[in-house]
């Protein structure tokens, strides 16, 4: 079974800037896997960010960018804001009709 | 406006059953591939279940596969998920989510399931 792996958690400080990583146990995760990231706060639904490596959903501020680092996909915020304390997912579609989500990071601004 | 409601959710004994479902509207329902997310609590994000938009194709995951069913009604704007032999480790918030090609462009609000004696 495939294995999705993000940093549990991060920090990040007011105004900053902090890359959140999305990987394979084994093995490289490309753009041909399409992965996508989504933001939740607890309590509430996810909200889309990002799809296909690095489009932005509609709505979403232009400090959430996503690009793939080496073999991983990354989400990176530019100049941090208090609201960007959430949890973040990154999602992998492993093709047909399959998907499978990392484990999320919890992402800190102090 | 795009907007997914699920229900049905509630307490069942395990080894119980129970039938989500999630009504849609604001988008012509035939035209999406639908797919079933679930949160246990203070968990993260597991995905369940896709259907395509019409019905030829169902694909679980491993810890879903031949207790739930997912069915739709594209006359009915429905997607459905058939939950049966439930576990204690089933418990979680249930999502339904649409299929933005490869990724997840919108979501319902969730509906909560408790399985526990």
């Known amino acids: 079974q495939t294995v999705v792996t993000q940093d549990p958690s991060l920090s990040v400080s007011p105004g900053g800037t902090v890359t959140l990583t999305c990987g394979f146990d084994?093995?490289?995760?490309?753009?041909?896997?399409?992965p996508s990231w989504y933001q939740q706060t607890p309590g509430q639904a996810p909200r889309t960010l990002i799809y296909?490596?690095?489009i932005r959903s509609s709505g979403v501020p232009d400090r959430f960018s996503g690009s793939i680092l080496g073999t991983k996909a990354a989400l990176t915020i530019t100049g941090a804001q208090a609201e960007d304390e959430c949890n973040y997912f990154c999602?992998?579609?492993?093709?047909?009709?399959?998907?499978?989500f990392g484990g999320g990071t919890y992402l800190t601004v102090l | 406006e795009v907007l997914l409601v699920e229900s049905g959710g509630g307490l069942v004994e395990p080894g119980g059953s129970l039938r989500l479902s999630c009504v849609v509207s604001?988008?012509?329902?035939?035209?999406?591939?639908m797919i079933w997310v679930r949160q246990a609590p203070g968990k993260g994000l597991e995905w369940l279940s896709f259907?395509?938009?019409?019905?030829?194709?169902?694909d679980y995951a491993d810890s879903v596969r031949g207790r739930f069913t997912v069915s739709r009604d594209n006359a009915e704007n429905s997607l459905y998920l058939d939950m049966n032999r439930l576990r204690p480790d089933d418990t979680a918030v249930y999502y339904c989510?649409?299929?933005?090609?490869?990724?997840?462009?919108?979501w319902g609000r969730g509906t909560l399931v408790i399985v526990s004696s």
């Open positions: 989510a649409r299929d933005g090609h490869r990724y997840f462009d919108s």
């Open positions: 604001g988008f012509t329902f035939s035209r999406y591939g």
């Open positions: 259907i395509s938009r019409f019905d030829d194709r169902r």
């Open positions: 084994s093995g490289s995760l490309s753009s041909a896997y399409f």
């Open positions: 296909n490596t690095n």
């Open positions: 999602l992998v579609f492993m093709g047909g009709g399959t998907w499978v």
